[in-house]
């Protein structure tokens, strides 16, 4: 993990044109670099300081003045989602644009209902990075396209009823409705993390629902989950 970076203003001309302060924050390297690289290209456009860590980068921001803050959503101890409703409340006026490798349905929707200013797959251009940052700092959301479509289409496809899930997914859904987190939950169904967020997402999709909250409100509804099941947690997981 590199230590972080608050990177010098510049000078001059090119520092009066470069109107939008970003800092980035993502846990590789080259990914940093190549990304500071393509926003170096815009002449309104600053970066004034990269980050390896969600903590790193709340050092920066806490001395940047930054406008926005290009975020990963996998890094090291805290996650980018993390950051973000941590940057909500610190910097009311920060914008946060998600830049992930992840468009799986809990990521995406948890990211919207934190309020962050925009989410890109990291598939996108350079070009159409440089004009979301743009457009993210005016205040404008932006989604990407895929991740639209997506969410579009599971939203066509409506709720689907408790057959439609797998053994493992009634079994995560089972203890999302007794309170657990993605943490319990990998340990009670002995797990890995990534594999639970799998299928949580893959959950909330098939409920045609956008958040935990709503799919255990879903689950206690339609009879999926016991009554009981939100106020049963024990000790032993």
């Known amino acids: 993990m590199s230590d972080p970076t608050t990177l010098a203003p510049s000078s001059g001309a090119e520092r009066a044109a470069a109107g939008i302060r970003v ?7 080259l990914v940093r ?12 456009v600053t970066v004034v300081g990269v980050a390896g860590s969600a903590e790193e980068a709340l050092d920066i921001l806490a001395d940047a003045s930054a ?14 989602l993390e950051l973000a409703r941590e ?9 946060v644009l ?4 992840f468009d799986e349905h809990a990521y995406v929707t948890e990211a919207l209902e934190l309020g962050v200013g925009g989410y890109l797959l990291k598939t996108t251009s350079g070009r159409e990075l440089i004009d979301a940052v743009r457009a993210v700092a005016d205040g404008i959301f932006v989604l990407d396209r895929a991740v639209s479509q997506r969410l579009i289409r599971r939203r066509r496809r409506g709720p689907e009823t408790l057959s439609s899930l797998t053994r493992r ?12 987190s993605n943490k319990q939950i990998a340990a009670s169904l ?24 709503e799919a255990v409100t879903y689950a206690l509804n339609h009879h999926l989950v016991g009554a009981r099941s939100h106020d049963d947690v024990d000790d032993a997981d």
């Open 33 to 44: 670099e190549g990304t500071r690289q393509i926003l170096e290209m815009a002449p309104d």
């Open 87 to 95: 940057a909500a409340l610190r910097w009311p006026t920060l914008h």
């Open 190 to 213: 002995n797990l890995g993390l990534r594999t639970v967020e799998s299928h949580v997402s893959n959950v909330l999709g098939k409920l045609g629902v956008n958040s935990r909250t």
């Open 98 to 101: 998600i830049l992930s490798a």
């Open 23 to 29: 800092v980035i924050v993502d846990d590789h390297a």
């Open 67 to 80: 406008h926005v803050a290009l975020v990963d959503i996998n890094l090291p101890g805290m996650s980018g």
């Open 169 to 180: 997914e009634n079994d995560v859904l089972e203890l999302l409705a007794r309170g657990r």
